[in-house]
């Protein structure tokens, strides 16, 4: 079965401008999470989507990140504008459920620089 | 509050040496406690999961509720084991993963 996919790979940019991430989940899965990872630091959770609601989304600095997924199936992540702090990897990941026992597969993530 | 503590942030050993990466966890009722692993240049994936009980490419981990440990260990490690390890958690109903800061482990011929 086809993984999960991100574009673009790799994205950088200058303070203040706007960028977006795109994400298609594993067919079928109806929870899809976004992650920023920090370097050095573990993923942490910005916004989970069962099928097109929003399930959780308290850590999503929501003055200048937006996300969607419309029609429950392909999700965008947008930072406008982008701070030096955004600079970070991207990571969408999926899973079938969304219950905590349930397998989350990652997509290969997008790395944002932010000069 | 959820938080996995993984203290060591590198761990280098020699092929056929028994390793140990450390997790500890706080959770305010019962977590499902997860280790991922990333190879170079691959995405992340789950390594092995509490509730499976299964040993998954010779590592096995055993979640400690006394000690909140979920400690992932090999008895002989090979160099195909060089990979970053990272310990989660998530509540039994929300999805959500809490990932501690990762353990770049090396392991060395």
């Known amino acids: 079965e086809a993984g999960v996919a991100q574009s673009p790979r790799y994205k950088i940019i200058e303070k203040r401008q706007s960028v977006a991430f795109w994400c298609n989940p594993i067919?079928?899965?109806?929870?899809l999470y976004w992650y920023q990872q920090i370097l050095g630091q573990g993923p942490k959770l910005l916004i989970q989507?069962?099928?097109?609601?929003?399930?959780?989304d308290s850590q999503l600095p929501k003055d200048r990140f937006s996300a969607e997924r419309l029609k429950g199936v392909d999700s965008t992540l947008k930072i406008q504008p982008a701070k030096l702090e955004d600079s970070a990897v991207y990571l969408c990941?999926?899973?079938?459920?969304?219950?905590?026992?349930?397998?989350?597969?990652f997509g290969p993530g997008t790395r944002l620089t932010v000069l | 509050a959820q938080r996995v503590t993984q203290p060591e942030k590198l761990l280098s050993v020699f092929k056929g040496a028994p390793v140990e990466l450390k997790c500890n966890y706080s959770?305010?009722?019962?977590?499902?406690l997860f280790w991922y692993v990333q190879y170079s240049r691959q995405r992340l994936q789950l390594l092995l999961r509490?509730?499976s009980r299964e040993s998954i490419k010779g590592f096995t981990a055993d979640l400690n509720k006394g000690e909140t440990s979920f400690h992932l260990k090999k008895p002989f490690a090979q160099e195909e084991d060089s990979a970053m390890y990272y310990c989660?958690?998530?509540?039994?109903?929300?999805?959500?993963?809490?990932f501690g800061r990762g353990t770049q482990l090396t392991v060395w011929p």
């Open positions: 990941a999926s899973s079938l459920g969304g219950v905590g026992t349930d397998t989350q597969y």
């Open positions: 067919s079928g899965h109806a929870t």
């Open positions: 959770y305010s009722g019962s977590p499902e």
């Open positions: 509490h509730i």
């Open positions: 989660a958690l998530s509540s039994s109903t929300l999805g959500r993963l809490y």
């Open positions: 989507f069962q099928n097109n609601g929003v399930v959780d």
